[in-house]
């Protein structure tokens, strides 16, 4: 029996005491029922470090934080644990690691046909799409696929931002706007050779993820569709998967 699907996906951008509260709340109600979730930090060079930080941040949450790298059999491990968190950082390393290790299959039937809850934030909501292909991220390595784990149909830009940015090289420097290119010009790029619909999320931005119905919270996003005018969306929103709203 296929078991439903539910994720917590967000940006990043946490870097308030609003935003790291919400959260925890968050995390703690999409690990409700779990015990041990196993984190991947596969996106770090620094396992170790990066996995005790996770583990600080998530504090007095209900569940234990495992990292996956002290398995000597991943997959195993993944079969043990009640919940998925896969963390942030670059969306390259994580997926050199998933393919290298062959847990892009395991993760993904284990959330899609055994429902067990995922979370993912700025890479780890990357690699919930289809593909790893509206990632922000330097190419520091090769991959050996684009593809990830497709827990959700649609693609997922992280650190979204609408632009207009101003900046200053010192703090009693002069503000100079940056002309570079806007997140929208890359979505519009991606959508030249492919035609997957693209969620923006905001800094601070999560989407509540039970089958096929997706709930922002928490901040804005951007809906791009190749070809049509961009929709932006108030935290409430509840879209199915093609990112039409419910």
Request: hydrophobic share 35%.
């Given at each position: 029996?296929?078991?439903?699907?539910?994720?917590l996906?967000?940006?990043?951008g946490?870097?308030?005491e609003?935003?790291?509260?919400?959260?925890?709340?968050?995390?703690s109600?999409?690990?409700?029922?779990?015990k041990?979730?196993?984190?991947?930090p596969?996106?770090?060079?620094?396992?170790?470090?990066?996995?005790?930080?996770?583990?600080?941040?998530?504090?007095q949450?209900?569940?234990?934080?495992?990292?996956?790298?002290?398995?000597?059999d991943?997959?195993?491990?993944?079969?043990?644990?009640?919940?998925?968190?896969?963390?942030?950082?670059?969306?390259?390393l994580?997926v050199?690691?998933l393919?290298?290790?062959?847990?892009?299959?395991p993760?993904?039937?284990?959330?899609?046909?055994?429902?067990?809850?995922?979370?993912?934030?700025?890479?780890?909501?990357?690699?919930?799409?289809p593909?790893?292909?509206?990632?922000?991220?330097m190419?520091?390595?090769?991959?050996?696929?684009?593809?990830?784990?497709?827990?959700?149909?649609?693609?997922?830009?992280p650190?979204?931002?609408?632009?207009?940015i101003?900046?200053r090289?010192?703090?009693?420097g002069?503000?100079?706007?940056?002309?570079?290119?806007?997140?929208?010009?890359?979505?519009r790029?991606?959508?030249q050779?492919?035609?997957?619909?693209?969620?923006?999320?905001?800094?601070?931005?999560?989407?509540?993820?039970r089958?096929?119905?997706?709930?922002?919270?928490?901040?804005?996003?951007?809906?791009?569709r190749?070809?049509e005018?961009?929709?932006?969306?108030?935290?409430?929103?509840?879209?199915?998967g093609?990112?039409?709203t419910?």
């Amino acid at each position: 029996m296929v078991m439903e699907m539910r994720a917590l996906l967000g940006s990043g951008g946490i870097g308030t005491e609003e935003r790291r509260e919400l959260y925890r709340e968050l995390m703690s109600e999409n690990f409700a029922d779990c015990k041990k979730v196993i984190f991947v930090p596969f996106a770090s060079n620094d396992y170790d470090g990066y996995t005790e930080r996770m583990q600080d941040f998530a504090g007095q949450s209900g569940y234990e934080l495992v990292g996956l790298h002290e398995f000597e059999d991943p997959l195993a491990a993944i079969e043990a644990m009640d919940g998925i968190y896969v963390g942030g950082g670059n969306t390259w390393l994580l997926v050199r690691a998933l393919h290298e290790r062959g847990l892009v299959e395991p993760i993904r039937e284990a959330v899609l046909q055994r429902g067990v809850p995922y979370a993912g934030v700025s890479a780890g909501a990357n690699v919930a799409c289809p593909s790893m292909q509206t990632t922000n991220d330097m190419a520091v390595t090769m991959v050996p696929s684009f593809e990830t784990f497709g827990i959700v149909p649609f693609q997922i830009n992280p650190h979204y931002h609408p632009g207009g940015i101003w900046y200053r090289e010192s703090e009693d420097g002069e503000f100079q706007q940056h002309f570079g290119e806007t997140r929208a010009r890359r979505v519009r790029e991606y959508h030249q050779t492919n035609d997957v619909p693209v969620i923006g999320l905001y800094e601070g931005s999560f989407l509540r993820c039970r089958d096929d119905s997706f709930e922002l919270i928490g901040n804005k996003a951007a809906v791009m569709r190749k070809d049509e005018e961009m929709d932006v969306l108030e935290p409430g929103t509840i879209l199915r998967g093609d990112l039409t709203t419910a």
